[in-house]
């Protein structure tokens, strides 16, 4: 047995440092995330109280400027309505490129579309829907529903992309044995493949709810800022992100703080979201 | 249950399927294609809308003109855009210096480095920085990393000055700010990617590496990172789209002036801030908003260029890594 020649000490300085480098990097990473978490609590908790969540802002620039309920109103009902245009919508595109187009031309042209849907900036997303729906005044000018749009197309790809990779994750065994059993392919595709494939899907459209609910610029051009809580569609409406940018342009302390509660109550939701969806994807049987 | 049942009823036999069932099949298939052309059909309306929309202002100042001109004045309506690219440029590139390689570092470091069980809570980690909303890493940005990096800025700036882009004094709001924020918010993504193409060297090469001697650190370096380049080039251009396309956030720390910066610690303005902050006072002006609509429509293209760039190179490194074990097999 011949022995390998021991590692000269600059190789291994070099290893060393090297991999303490990437740990220091790594860590550094993670700086801005607990340097954001605690400036959430710390400025966020003080904001918070019954009042905060029970009231609409004000308006008022001095004196008491309300809290945010009709923001959070408002997410909720504009993500919901989002998430009922974007979610269908996406998973049938998935449907399509799984089941029927597969590697086909067509379907590769539709995914490499999706991708660069992926890649427009969400504020090009409001600009499209401000020309298409507020200025050509359909229904009026700026509208919650209008608001929905523009996040349904921000969610669009995201749910195609994450729904195609659990649609092929179905493994083509069930397929067979359903279509060996004489089920014709539209019941293989909604009673077989969906039914399996349904929390993966879940997991993929709540994080893209996750992602829409944080969504600022698609809100200014289409459901436009307004104090009030507003249960009208067809009006104007509120939401967090905005109410928390409208917020953070006004030099007054009393607004920032406001602000800061209304951004950990954002964060806080898109969080349960998430979280949500981490633990319906651990409890599917795929992956 | 109707297609399968054993009698023959109604004049069929027991293997046809019923004419309900028979028509489904092509009313799916063509339900779902309808949905999927669609989506090609959005993507086109979308970009002509915008065109035609745009339109005046090109017609006003030129395409080349419109790009090109260092001249955004709203009270004189003259809109050229060259402030506002040079600052999505300027804020990109600081976001991709700091960005990319502490995002690298991060991959190497969990695929490569960490303890297993360490594993999973750190990448869940830097995966909830992706889960932070835009605005209020705009809302952190302006109170509380902008005020306190100014010490730092200035020190830097007067120690630099002899170079273009440092010197002068340095503004609370500033472009620098802006990359930083920028670089935070891409480092998911870049790092996941990364990691995705990482994961998918061949372990022949990594243990071929360390079989002849090589330290961990000469393993990444001769089996990990060749391997896995045109993937990582890939991802560092995704983060780039991201940049150049991120509005909030930059919106509320970069100062929205509409100059081209002197520093990258004066104020600037990118085209997606623009678009934001000018809309509300442009919504009256036909030039004006035909004038934010270009923008938009300059940083649709541009975010387009860069993403199918990025799309190419981790297409191309997914190929890679199949088609390798078959031609080994082969």
Sequence with gaps: MTTLPAVSSRRRATDRVMRVALLVLTLIALVPLVLIVYYLLKEGLGAWSKDFFTTDPTGRFLGDPGGIKSAIFGTIVMVALASLIAIPFGVGVALYLVEYGKAGRFANIVRYFIDVMTGVPSVVFGLFVYIVLVVSQIGGTFAAWKGSIALALLMLPVVTRSSEVVLNLVPDSLREAALALGAPRWRVTLRVVLPTALPGLMTGSMLAVARAAGETAPLLFTAAFVFGTQFDLSQRMNSLPLQIFNDVGQAQDRLVQRAWGAALTLVVLVLLLTLVARLVQRRSRLA | MEAGSIPARGGRSALERSSRSRALDPALRWFLTGLAAFVLFLIAFFFIRLFIEAKPAFDKFGYLGFVFDNNWDVSK??????????????????????????????????????????????????????????????????????????GPEQWVSDKLSFLPLFGGTVSIPNCFVAGLILAIMILPIVSAISREVMTTVPPQDKEAALSLGATRWEMIQMSVLPYSRAGISGAAMLGLGRAIGETIAVT???????????????????????????????????????????????????????????????????????????????
């Design chain 2, 77 to 150: 309506e003259i809109f050229g855009a060259w402030p506002l690219v040079v600052g999505t440029l300027i804020t990109s590139v600081i976001a991709l210096l700091i960005g990319v390689p502490v995002a690298i570092a991060t991959a190497l470091y969990l695929t490569e480095l960490c303890p297993r069980r360490a594993r999973q809570p750190l990448t869940i980690l830097i995966e909830l920085l992706a889960a932070v909303p835009s605005v209020v890493y705009g809302l952190w940005g302006i109170f509380v990393l902008a005020p306190h990096l100014v």
């Design chain 2, 252 to 330: 509320i720390v970069i100062g929205n002036a509409p100059n081209v910066p002197e520093s990258i610690f004066s104020q600037g303005y990118t085209l997606a801030a623009v678009v934001a902050n000018e809309f509300n006072e442009a919504a009256s002006d036909p030039t004006h908003r035909a004038a934010l609509i270009a923008a938009g429509l300059v940083l649709f293209v541009l975010t387009l260029l860069v993403n199918a760039l990025a799309r190419f190179y981790v297409n191309r490194a997914e190929r890679g890594q199949r088609s390798v074990p078959r031609g080994m097999a082969g």
